[in-house]
Structure formats: C-alpha cells, structure tokens
C-alpha cells in the first residue's frame, strides 16, 4: 500500500511538512508513506493549457497522484483557508474530469498552525474542495494548534497523542484505499 503525503507548504522549516514527516514513522505495518513535492512547480490552473501536451509539472503530479493508492494532505491555514497553491493543484488534479487523478482517490486530511485551533477552517475548507474534485474523503480532522511548541528545532513531533493520532488516521486510510473484494475478504 502506497500513500502520498502532500504538504500544502512550500516553507523549508514547515510544520506541515514536519507532521507529515511524523505520519511516515507512525505509519503502520504495509503502508508505504512517501512524500510528495511539487507544488510550487505548478503553473497556475489555465483550461488553456490543456490538451494532449500538458505542461511537464502537471503531468508529473497527474501520474504521480494517480498511481498512489491513497493522498494524505497536509494544510497549513492562511487567512481562514487553505493556500493557493495546493487548492491550484487540486483544480489540476481534478481534470479531465472522467479520467482525474483524483477521481475517487481515498484521501485525509491533517494540519498545522501556529494559531490556537490548528488549521481547522483549513482542514475543513480542504476536505469539501477534494470532496468536490471527486475524491473520496476518508476521517475527519487532526488539528495541531500552537504548532511552534509541538515540534523540536530539527522538527521532529514532540506530541505523543498527536503522533497515535496519525497512526490511526493512516489505518482508516489504508483501510479505505484498499480493493472492495479484499476488504471483504480480508
Ligand atoms: C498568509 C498567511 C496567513 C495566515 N493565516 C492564518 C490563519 O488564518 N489561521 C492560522 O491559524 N494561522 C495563520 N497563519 C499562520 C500559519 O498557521 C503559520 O505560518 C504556519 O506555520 C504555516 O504552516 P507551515 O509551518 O507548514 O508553513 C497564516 C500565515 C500566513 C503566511
């Protein structure tokens, strides 16, 4: 079982990308967590560009996000939402609509702020936007609030419940991402 992890920022010191860094040692047996970057590559969503040559950037994250079996996102929250640029790859993974990387993908969510409520309205806002795009949205939110207190200064997660937390999340996701005949059978 392979899962992506996406973090929704582009920072090097991210606490985003630290949580998701966190979910790759917390992931459980049979589950391969691997991160995915390319965000900040992506040209902004253009209809215009589509056709049989897309550009090389949204090609990668086309094939790449379909192939996993699963997507865990990481959002940070800026200003009451999610951040332009992972909503810009979610509108490109989207399409074509028929044939979309997205396209009844098992995905969850997690996040990270320095605020007191840990990126909900993000989480929140994240888990309609992939509904929307046709993903299948497993579990519900894991807010890190005060994010700054909750990672040491290599970011590693210093939060031991937040760290079972993920585990779970990840067990729900797997659960999720695997073939319907198997999961009755299994
Ligand atoms: C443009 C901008 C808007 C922000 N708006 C919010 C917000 O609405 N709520 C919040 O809790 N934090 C907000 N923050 C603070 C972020 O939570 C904080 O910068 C966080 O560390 C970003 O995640 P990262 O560490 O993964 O980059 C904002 C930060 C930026 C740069």
């Known amino acids: ?18 949580l998701l860094r966190a979910a790759l040692e917390a992931a459980p047996e049979g589950v391969e967590l691997e991160l995915w970057e390319g965000i900040g590559e992506l040209p902004l969503y253009d209809d215009d560009l589509h ?12 094939e790449d996000w379909a192939e996993a079996d699963a997507i865990l996102f990481a959002t940070p929250e800026y200003n009451g939402s999610v951040p332009g640029g992972l909503k810009n790859a979610i509108d490109w993974a989207s399409r074509p609509q028929l044939e979309a990387a997205l396209r009844s993908k098992p995905v969850a969510v997690v996040g990270a702020s320095t605020g007191q409520f840990g990126a909900l309205w993000a989480q929140q806002d994240l888990k309609r936007i992939l509904g929307v795009a046709g993903a299948r949205v497993v579990g519900t939110e894991i807010p890190v609030s005060r994010a700054h207190e909750r990672f040491d200064a290599r970011g590693r997660l210093l939060d031991a419940e937040i760290f079972d937390q993920l585990r779970l999340h990840l067990t729900t996701l797997a659960s999720e991402a695997v073939p319907a005949p198997d999961r009755v059978a299994a």
């Open 1 to 18: 079982m392979r899962i992506l992890a996406v973090s929704g920022s582009l920072r090097e010191g991210s606490f985003n990308t630290s």
């Open 51 to 62: 056709g049989p040559e897309v550009p090389e950037p949204v090609r990668r994250l086309r």
